[in-house]
Every structure is written in C-alpha cells, then in structure tokens.
C-alpha cells in the first residue's frame, strides 16, 4: 500500500475530489506542492 500511495506523489492536481467526505464541500483545490504535503502525510501515519 505505502509503495502505491508514494506513487500518486507525481501527480500534481488542480483539484482533488473526495469520494467520502465530512463538511460542506467534497472537493478541494491545491497550490503547487501541497499535494505532496497530503500524500507525506498519508505515508507517515500508515507507516508510523
């Protein structure tokens, strides 16, 4: 699982739209880089 997540780093989205979300919106735009911050972070909790 870490190997695919680190995988979606490439990718640099406008937009990310979540497929479950909690709050008034289910899409979220990004600024160059922040990105990379979410998928970081994705791979620190899933790997302690």
């Not at 995988?7 to 406008?14: A, K, S, V, W």
């Not at 600024?31 to 899933?46: F, K, M, N, P």
Request: proline share 2%.
């Amino acid at each position: 699982m870490a190997t695919s997540i680190a995988g979606l780093r490439d990718l640099q989205p406008d937009v990310v739209v979540g497929s479950a979300f909690a709050g008034s919106s289910g899409y979220q735009e990004m600024r160059r880089g922040e990105w990379q911050e979410h998928v970081d972070g994705a791979l620190e909790r899933l790997l302690g």
